[in-house]
């Protein structure tokens, strides 16, 4: 017996006619009478009387259109419930951790999170409800969350491995709370006239591969960017840290 037989006999039972309930179904009439009688083999009884005036359901025929629609209630609860849209967990990250814990290290799922890629400076402005995890570098300190890990990011001043260095320029993010930017600072003692500012990681990094400045980045990117170390043995470390959204304020954004 398949569902569908069970789906035939619910029809067959509501409508109490062959005719109309193979017109229901798109069916032929010939083949329900077929169906009904399958299943009236497999259980070994009569499930309808019929006569002039159509079918009559038998006391066993009661009985089983109680379990046909038990059956078939069941079933499409689960179809639902296996159709229904997964929660993606909501994750606010830096984009150079972006690139390194999702890209080369498959740490977080695409399949399961999705992600808000913030500036230094946006993050200091997160709503409450914005994430639910958030993996940054920034000075982040929201009452909302709590911090479950911390690490930090090899990084060095770094120049195109395959051209020559056209201009001894240092380039940092525009973003002023950036991370970098404030290291590139301190080494270069406050001195702006070295210094070039660019909106974007991605065009920072195009331009180094270009020849076109230095810039302290993740030592990631090395190999990745065929970029290379300016001084090998000059190391810096950028601490960044995971939260999570703590219970209390996950509350509070549910019951108001």
């Not at 419930?81 to 994750?91: C, L, S």
Request: aromatic share 10%.
């Amino acid at each position: 017996m398949q569902l569908q037989d069970l789906e035939i006999f619910i029809r067959l039972y509501q409508l109490r006619s062959l005719n109309q309930a193979a017109k229901s179904l798109g069916f032929a009439q010939s083949n329900m009478t077929v169906r009904l009688k399958h299943i009236e083999s497999e259980f070994g009884v009569r499930l309808f009387t019929r006569d002039h005036r159509g079918l009559t359901p038998t006391q066993n025929g009661t009985q089983f259109y109680a379990y046909a629609q038990t059956v078939t209630q069941l079933t499409d609860d689960i179809r639902q419930q296996m159709h229904a849209p997964v929660h993606k967990r909501r994750i606010a990250m830096s984009k150079l951790l972006f690139d390194l814990l999702v890209i080369q290290q498959g740490e977080y799922s695409l399949a399961h999170d999705t992600f808000a890629l913030l500036t230094s400076t946006e993050f200091l402005d997160l709503p409450q409800d914005a994430a639910e995890l958030v993996v940054t570098y920034a000075n982040f300190a929201h009452t909302g969350y709590q911090q479950i890990a911390r690490a930090f990011l090899p990084a060095s001043f770094l120049i195109s491995a395959n051209r020559p260095l056209e201009a001894h320029r240092f380039l940092i993010n525009s973003d002023q709370h950036c991370p970098f930017r404030a290291q590139t600072l301190r080494y270069l003692h406050q001195d702006l006239s070295q210094v070039q500012e660019i909106d974007s990681w991605d065009s920072i990094i195009h331009l180094i591969q270009a020849g076109q400045g230095i810039a302290l980045l993740p030592d990631y990117l090395m190999a990745r960017d065929d970029l290379m170390r300016t001084t090998p043995h000059q190391r810096f470390k950028i601490p960044y840290a995971t939260f999570v959204r703590s219970a209390s304020s996950l509350y509070e954004s549910v019951t108001t």
